[in-house]
């Protein structure tokens, strides 16, 4: 059974940085794509970033400059550097992987940016 394994959240005082990463576990062929989600209360769940399996990037224009993904192919990982952290930014992220077959999310991991 794969599952996607987050860590990296935590509570951080505005203008710091967090890294998150999230690793696949179990045997999963190389996802088209991975990406970074997140969720705040009331909200409905936005892309925060997102990786090709051939490097392509895109982000959400709200972190544009603040946000880098970055992804190891051969260990099925994903990587959120955040900096410059908003109280905005405050929400649940979520990890996602999409294969031909398949569609896999992480459980979420709670990041909160303090004022």
């Known amino acids: 059974q794969v599952q996607l394994v987050e860590s990296g959240g935590g509570l951080v005082q505005a203008g710091g940085l967090l890294r998150l990463s999230c690793a696949a576990s179990?045997?999963?062929?190389?996802?088209?794509?991975m990406g970074w989600y997140r969720q705040a209360p009331g909200n409905q769940r936005e892309l925060v970033a997102g990786?090709?399996?051939?490097?392509?990037?895109n982000y959400a224009e709200s972190v544009k400059g603040r946000f880098t993904i970055s992804s190891v192919n051969s260990k099925n990982t994903v990587y959120l550097q955040m900096s410059s952290l908003k109280p905005e930014d405050t929400a649940v992220y979520y990890c996602?992987?999409?294969?031909?077959?398949?569609?896999?999310w992480g459980q979420g991991t709670q990041v909160t940016v303090s004022s």
């Open positions: 996602n992987a999409r294969g031909l077959e398949y569609d896999f």
């Open positions: 179990g045997s999963i062929s190389l996802p088209n794509a």
């Open positions: 990786i090709t399996s051939g490097g392509r990037t």
